[in-house]
């Protein structure tokens, strides 16, 4: 899981990075240091980038690159050398497509790709201690939203509206109509998701981009710390789409309400809203 994290991260991250312009992303800045580099690579690997962007040289030499450093061409030598040894930085081999001729190019993906790395591991200290505190406060009540339902709301933490959406928030808050069932057109709770590779590639799909390292991060908890099925999360984000709610902390509430209520499958979360959908008329 960690693995798919990390490559949905840095999916995200690489695009980024790679934009035109001799615009340093702030995410290289701070990740340098942490993935080895000293100051003096950080500027080799800066005017790299220099002379690809502004100057179209692709392959800068040693004493072009000492000079723009102040240093000695052997010493540029061993900069490149080390870089390379670390596969932070390679040099790609292509073929002009117009003259037919061979030539290099410096690749700093590895770079990129190990910095997106470890940017993602600096979050997740950050994340699971905000992902605690928001667990430990979250106002998910039960009740019916204003106006969208008929009965007393239920001390609990959750409820059904009259259009038959699931209804997330405590009293006076408007609620959060999630939308299972008649307000979808009688959509089963139980429907077929498309078959995806996993979870990160489902979500990606959803939200048309890629996915930031917090939105990762929480797929990761949901998965590996709360344990939530995988079928309860596709669910999560299934409804979140149809209530035109899709974000993170939504989808979160959801599971979170139902986790308290012991709904375990998408069956489990059938009966759930039969239940308060039938409670409605009593």
């Given at each position: 899981?960690?693995?798919?994290?990390?490559?949905?991260?840095?999916?995200?991250?690489?695009?980024?990075?790679?934009?035109?312009?001799?615009?340093?992303?702030?995410?290289?800045?701070?990740?340098?240091?942490?993935?080895?580099?000293?100051?003096?690579?950080?500027?080799?690997?800066?005017?790299?980038?220099?002379?690809?962007?502004?100057?179209?040289?692709?392959?800068?030499?040693?004493?072009?690159?000492?000079?723009?450093?102040?240093?000695?061409?052997?010493?540029?030598?061993?900069?490149?050398?080390?870089?390379?040894?670390?596969?932070?930085?390679?040099?790609?081999?292509?073929?002009?497509?117009?003259?037919?001729?061979?030539?290099?190019?410096?690749?700093?993906?590895?770079?990129?790709?190990?910095?997106?790395?470890?940017?993602?591991?600096?979050?997740?200290?950050?994340?699971?201690?905000?992902?605690?505190?928001?667990?430990?406060?979250?106002?998910?009540?039960?009740?019916?939203?204003?106006?969208?339902?008929?009965?007393?709301?239920?001390?609990?933490?959750?409820?059904?509206?009259?259009?038959?959406?699931?209804?997330?928030?405590?009293?006076?808050?408007?609620?959060?109509?999630?939308?299972?069932?008649?307000?979808?057109?009688?959509?089963?709770?139980?429907?077929?998701?498309?078959?995806?590779?996993?979870?990160?590639?489902?979500?990606?799909?959803?939200?048309?981009?890629?996915?930031?390292?917090?939105e990762c991060e929480t797929i990761s908890a949901w998965v590996d710390q709360d344990r939530y099925p995988d079928e309860l999360i596709r669910f999560?984000?299934?409804?979140?789409?149809?209530?035109?709610?899709?974000?993170?902390?939504?989808?979160?509430?959801?599971?979170?309400?139902?986790?308290?209520?012991?709904?375990?499958?998408?069956?489990?979360?059938?009966?759930?809203?039969?239940?308060?959908?039938?409670?409605?008329?009593?």
């Open positions: 899981m960690k693995t798919e994290m990390w490559k949905a991260y840095a999916r995200g991250m690489a695009a980024a990075m790679n934009g035109g312009g001799v615009v340093v992303p702030a995410g290289l800045l701070r990740a340098y240091r942490g993935v080895g580099l000293t100051d003096t690579e950080m500027l080799l690997m800066l005017q790299l980038m220099t002379y690809r962007q502004v100057e179209g040289i692709d392959f800068p030499t040693p004493e072009q690159l000492a000079e723009r450093l102040g240093i000695l061409p052997n010493a540029a030598h061993q900069l490149l050398s080390r870089l390379m040894k670390e596969e932070l930085l390679a040099i790609d081999e292509e073929i002009d497509p117009v003259s037919g001729m061979q030539f290099e190019r410096y690749n700093w993906n590895g770079f990129i790709i190990r910095s997106a790395e470890w940017l993602a591991e600096e979050a997740r200290l950050s994340f699971e201690n905000e992902r605690e505190l928001q667990r430990g406060t979250a106002g998910v009540g039960v009740g019916v939203s204003s106006g969208a339902g008929s009965g007393a709301g239920r001390a609990s933490g959750s409820g059904f509206g009259a259009s038959g959406g699931y209804v997330v928030g405590g009293a006076g808050s408007g609620g959060m109509a999630v939308g299972i069932g008649s307000s979808h057109g009688g959509a089963d709770i139980a429907g077929e998701w498309p078959k995806q590779s996993d979870l990160f590639s489902v979500f990606e799909q959803e939200f048309g981009r890629p996915l930031s390292p917090m999560a984000l299934k409804e979140a789409v149809f209530a035109g709610k899709l974000h993170f902390r939504y989808i979160d509430r959801i599971l979170i309400e139902w986790s308290r209520n012991r709904v375990t499958n998408t069956d489990e979360a059938k009966a759930h809203t039969q239940k308060f959908r039938g409670g409605r008329g009593s």
